[in-house]
């Protein structure tokens, strides 16, 4: 076969045609970005060169809120060390009002949900029956990531998860408790979110989303927080299983293929993926991270996706340099006909990387690639 462009290569693994070779993807990479170290730099440079490029955007939207929500939102922000501050942000519902309290850094760490909106059942009814103004649907941020992207790759439309626009809200502890004492309240969320998404898509396609572009593919996270040990699959099968094929198939029937992240131990949910119709499955961990390898993953698939992964972050973060060739080399050696090599997470979550990293990093696109063009 001829060598392929990046992004016929990436469409022939979406679509389940054959291909010259594996994709090699660095998550989180677009041309013209704002680096967040110097350091990145070299590996930016690489990636641009060799890597396949996925690149997304989206139109502002949200399954809980709706459009215009900010007239019912106010912020503060409440200094909370040197390099920590409180946003604490209170929802007006109409019959209450309802506080988050989120710990941001002030220099690029990860941030974290210190008190959700919903505490009770009640603050849960409360965001439902509250007035949803639904998002227009604007294509300009996607075409222009379709324009930035090019030929180096494909650019997914981002959409949000119904199950996990949910989880966001409360949190592991209370999902968990609701569960047991109000699970017919979580279900009617997770149906009204998901109508929501459903109209939204419609929407974009009414305003020839589809039609504009020759190759349309929306993603998500969320899934993972509906799997074992968190949830059990009977509950990941009532909120993510049905309403995500139900998006799926809309999706589909429009000519437009899927891309969904999963982190964990998914051995058990490959199957249900397949079957809900998801075109590419991303991380497909190895232990122990997950619980799957890839020859076992690919057999599971059975060509009806393709997966993405397998190579843990936190190797690339540690690792020494022959442990990263040894990944590499039993990814590609172990992956089937539809695989993207690529990393279980973004490349530039740390914001003043160890050198480490950054060799990793250099190492990975480097011989990843190498390995890719003897193909």
């Not at 227009?136 to 494909?154: K, N």
């Not at 969320?222 to 309403?243: N, V």
């Amino acid at each position: 076969m001829n060598v392929l462009t990046k992004r016929e290569r990436l469409i022939r693994l979406f679509k389940g045609e054959e291909a010259d070779r594996p994709a090699i993807k660095l998550w989180s990479l677009r041309r013209g970005q704002q680096l967040p170290h110097e350091d990145y730099r070299l590996v930016y440079e690489l990636g641009m060169r060799v890597t396949d490029i996925f690149d997304g955007g989206a139109c502002p939207f949200d399954c809980v809120f709706g459009s215009g929500s900010d007239k019912k939102t106010r912020i503060e922000r409440r200094p909370f060390s040197d390099e920590w501050e409180d946003v604490i942000t209170y929802f007006d519902t109409g019959r209450k009002v309802l506080k988050q309290v989120f710990r941001s850094s002030t220099v690029g760490k990860p941030g974290y949900v210190m008190e959700h909106f919903v505490k009770d059942e009640d603050d849960l009814s409360a965001i439902l029956e509250a007035p949803y103004e639904p998002f227009p649907a604007d294509l300009s941020d996607y075409e222009q990531a379709v324009r930035r992207v090019a030929d180096d790759g494909v650019a997914l439309y981002d959409l949000p998860h119904p199950a996990y626009s949910m989880y966001s809200l409360m949190g592991s502890e209370k999902l968990a408790w609701m569960t047991l004492e109000s699970i017919e309240l979580l279900d009617r969320a997770v149906e009204i979110f998901s109508a929501r998404l459903q109209t939204h898509l419609k929407n974009l396609l009414d305003a020839g989303l589809a039609k504009r572009n020759e190759f349309l593919a929306f993603g998500w996270v969320g899934p993972e927080l509906f799997i074992p040990p968190l949830l059990s699959p009977e509950h990941f099968d009532r909120f993510c299983t049905a309403p995500d094929k139900a998006l799926i198939d809309l999706i589909h029937e429009a000519g437009a293929y899927t891309w969904v992240h999963c982190h964990g131990k998914v051995r058990d949910f490959i199957g249900r993926f397949a079957r809900m119709g998801v075109d590419m499955l991303n991380p497909v961990e190895p232990p122990p991270m997950g619980d799957v390898s890839l020859v076992e993953a690919f057999e599971i698939a059975g060509g009806r996706m393709a997966l993405e992964g397998n190579i843990e972050i936190g190797e690339i973060m540690t690792a020494p340099p022959e442990r990263v060739r040894y990944l590499v080399d039993r990814a590609l050696g172990e992956c089937g006909d539809r695989f993207v090599l690529g990393l279980t997470t973004g490349h530039m979550e740390v914001p003043e990387p160890p050198a480490r990293f950054i060799e990793n990093l250099l190492l990975f696109l480097n011989y990843g690639y190498e390995r890719l063009m003897k193909w």
